[in-house]
């Protein structure tokens, strides 16, 4: 991550448009991650991706070891919404700060910001990536129950969702813990839901809809 950490974290100093940089040293950096820790990754559902199309992607949160995999996975440059207490994570949190948009979820003020600047980015073409569980999922289910943000989001700004699940990370590496061991992750893209033409009422149907498609691709491969 040092070795990477100028040619992640710098170009973000110039603009948006030049962060595509910033996150092809951040897939590198996954991949030598991947490599040196004996972690390996199989992605399934590529073809989802269509090119040119700004995307809201929705994925289950299970461990820290689903970052390298969600990077490798999508093509291009997005950028997640991230709490502030990554902050406070030697080296990482300086990546975060750059190629992260940051929540601090105690503030309506800084919530309210950070949405905003979704909504920018999904304006100027960048795909933007929320965990809607909020947290790393610490329980035996199989997801927690969705926040609404991705999902007014993504009315708002009638930008499509492209739903994924990582199977596999949270018993690699468990929520909470810094205990690491080799290992195969699989991230599977389900296919895109559509918003066009949704209003605020029907935020919590797209809910409901989006975690229905996830559980569901996600006890069909485990």
Excluded: C
């Amino acid at each position: 991550m040092i070795i990477f950490l100028p040619g992640i974290v710098l170009p973000f100093f110039f603009g948006s448009r030049f962060g595509v940089v910033g996150y092809f040293f951040l897939y590198l950096w996954s991949w030598v991650f991947s490599q040196l820790t004996f972690i390996r990754y199989k992605f399934y559902g590529r073809e989802n991706f269509k090119k040119g199309k700004a995307y809201i992607y929705v994925s289950n949160h299970t461990s820290f070891l689903d970052l390298p995999g969600i990077r490798m996975i999508i093509p291009g440059q997005f950028r997640p919404l991230a709490k502030k207490e990554l902050l406070k994570i030697p080296i990482f949190g300086w990546i975060a700060q750059a190629a992260t948009i940051i929540v601090d979820r105690s503030s309506p003020e800084s919530r309210k910001k950070s949405i905003d600047r979704l909504k920018q980015l999904l304006r100027q073409g960048i795909s933007i990536l929320i965990f809607a569980e909020g947290t790393q999922n610490r329980t035996k289910e199989i997801l927690q129950p969705f926040h609404d943000g991705a999902f007014r989001i993504a009315v708002d700004t009638q930008r499509p969702i492209l739903p994924m699940v990582v199977i596999g990370a949270g018993r690699l590496m468990p929520p909470g813990t810094i205990n690491l061991r080799p290992g195969l992750i699989r991230i599977y893209v389900g296919d895109e839901i559509p918003t066009e033409g949704l209003s605020t009422n029907e935020v919590k149907d797209l809910k409901e809809k989006t975690f229905a498609k996830m559980k569901e691709l996600y006890i069909k491969n485990a």
